[in-house]
Nanobody, 118 residues
Framework: VQLQASGGGLVQPGGSLRLSCAAT????????MGWYRQAPGKQRELVAS???????NYADSVKGRFTISRDNAKNTVYLQMDSLKPEDTAVYFC?????????????WGQGTQVTVSS
Protein backbone atom coordinates (compact mmCIF):
# COMPACT_ATOMS: atom_id res chain seq x y z
CA VAL A 1 0.00 0.00 0.00
CA GLN A 2 1.18 3.49 -0.86
CA LEU A 3 -0.43 6.75 0.20
CA GLN A 4 -0.12 10.00 -1.74
CA ALA A 5 -1.22 13.10 0.13
CA SER A 6 -1.82 16.54 -1.33
CA GLY A 7 -3.52 19.82 -0.61
CA GLY A 8 -1.50 21.50 2.10
CA GLY A 9 -0.41 25.10 2.01
CA LEU A 10 -0.52 28.52 3.64
CA VAL A 11 -3.87 29.96 4.65
CA GLN A 12 -5.03 32.85 6.79
CA PRO A 13 -6.89 32.24 10.05
CA GLY A 14 -10.53 31.51 9.33
CA GLY A 15 -9.69 30.10 5.92
CA SER A 16 -10.17 26.64 4.45
CA LEU A 17 -8.09 23.90 2.90
CA ARG A 18 -8.88 20.44 1.63
CA LEU A 19 -6.42 17.59 1.93
CA SER A 20 -6.59 14.50 -0.25
CA CYS A 21 -5.00 11.11 0.24
CA ALA A 22 -5.06 8.52 -2.51
CA ALA A 23 -4.22 4.91 -1.68
CA THR A 24 -2.79 2.46 -4.19
CA UNK A 25 -2.14 -1.23 -3.82
CA UNK A 26 -4.18 -3.88 -2.09
CA UNK A 27 -7.21 -2.50 -0.30
CA UNK A 28 -8.15 -5.76 1.38
CA UNK A 29 -8.73 -5.96 5.13
CA UNK A 30 -8.71 -2.20 5.62
CA UNK A 31 -9.37 -1.11 9.20
CA UNK A 32 -9.53 2.63 8.65
CA MET A 33 -8.08 5.65 6.87
CA GLY A 34 -7.53 9.07 8.25
CA TRP A 35 -5.29 11.95 9.12
CA TYR A 36 -2.81 12.64 11.87
CA ARG A 37 -0.80 15.79 12.45
CA GLN A 38 2.42 16.73 14.13
CA ALA A 39 3.33 20.24 15.18
CA PRO A 40 6.94 21.20 16.01
CA GLY A 41 7.94 19.84 19.38
CA LYS A 42 4.74 17.88 19.80
CA GLN A 43 3.69 14.28 19.39
CA ARG A 44 1.76 13.09 16.39
CA GLU A 45 -1.95 13.15 17.11
CA LEU A 46 -5.09 11.85 15.47
CA VAL A 47 -7.10 14.47 13.61
CA ALA A 48 -9.85 12.38 12.05
CA SER A 49 -10.41 8.83 10.90
CA UNK A 50 -13.06 6.90 9.03
CA UNK A 51 -13.42 3.18 9.58
CA UNK A 52 -14.16 0.67 6.86
CA UNK A 53 -17.69 0.37 8.21
CA UNK A 54 -18.14 4.14 7.97
CA UNK A 55 -17.85 5.27 11.57
CA UNK A 56 -15.99 8.54 12.00
CA ASN A 57 -13.81 9.83 14.80
CA TYR A 58 -12.58 13.41 15.29
CA ALA A 59 -10.18 15.00 17.71
CA ASP A 60 -12.07 17.30 20.06
CA SER A 61 -10.01 20.24 18.84
CA VAL A 62 -11.35 19.95 15.28
CA LYS A 63 -14.95 18.88 15.83
CA GLY A 64 -17.33 21.17 14.01
CA ARG A 65 -14.56 22.60 11.81
CA PHE A 66 -13.09 19.61 9.97
CA THR A 67 -14.93 17.00 7.91
CA ILE A 68 -13.49 13.70 6.78
CA SER A 69 -14.96 11.84 3.82
CA ARG A 70 -13.99 9.12 1.40
CA ASP A 71 -14.52 8.06 -2.17
CA ASN A 72 -14.33 4.27 -2.21
CA ALA A 73 -14.20 4.11 -6.00
CA LYS A 74 -11.05 6.22 -5.99
CA ASN A 75 -9.59 4.78 -2.75
CA THR A 76 -9.26 8.37 -1.60
CA VAL A 77 -9.96 10.06 1.70
CA TYR A 78 -10.45 13.80 2.08
CA LEU A 79 -10.14 16.21 4.96
CA GLN A 80 -12.06 19.44 4.57
CA MET A 81 -10.67 21.95 7.03
CA ASP A 82 -12.70 25.09 7.69
CA SER A 83 -12.34 27.92 10.20
CA LEU A 84 -8.64 27.17 10.44
CA LYS A 85 -6.72 28.44 13.44
CA PRO A 86 -3.00 29.07 13.93
CA GLU A 87 -2.90 26.09 16.27
CA ASP A 88 -3.87 23.87 13.34
CA THR A 89 -0.43 24.52 11.88
CA ALA A 90 1.35 21.18 11.53
CA VAL A 91 2.51 18.54 9.13
CA TYR A 92 -0.50 16.41 8.28
CA PHE A 93 0.01 12.71 7.61
CA CYS A 94 -2.36 10.40 5.85
CA UNK A 95 -2.78 7.06 7.60
CA UNK A 96 -4.17 3.69 6.63
CA UNK A 97 -4.61 0.74 8.97
CA UNK A 98 -4.92 -2.77 7.65
CA UNK A 99 -4.99 -6.29 9.02
CA UNK A 100 -2.01 -8.34 7.84
CA UNK A 101 -1.13 -11.75 9.21
CA UNK A 102 -3.64 -11.38 12.08
CA UNK A 103 -2.23 -8.08 13.30
CA UNK A 104 -2.80 -4.43 12.49
CA UNK A 105 -0.26 -2.67 10.31
CA UNK A 106 0.04 1.07 9.81
CA UNK A 107 0.83 2.81 6.54
CA TRP A 108 1.76 6.50 6.31
CA GLY A 109 1.84 9.08 3.58
CA GLN A 110 4.69 11.50 3.11
CA GLY A 111 3.15 14.39 5.06
CA THR A 112 1.87 17.72 3.83
CA GLN A 113 2.50 21.05 5.55
CA VAL A 114 -0.46 23.15 6.67
CA THR A 115 0.40 26.64 7.89
CA VAL A 116 -2.26 28.95 9.29
CA SER A 117 -0.91 32.47 9.62
CA SER A 118 -1.78 36.02 8.81
Amino acid sequence: VQLQASGGGLVQPGGSLRLSCAATGSMRNIIDMGWYRQAPGKQRELVASIASGGSINYADSVKGRFTISRDNAKNTVYLQMDSLKPEDTAVYFCHLGRFESFSAKDYWGQGTQVTVSS
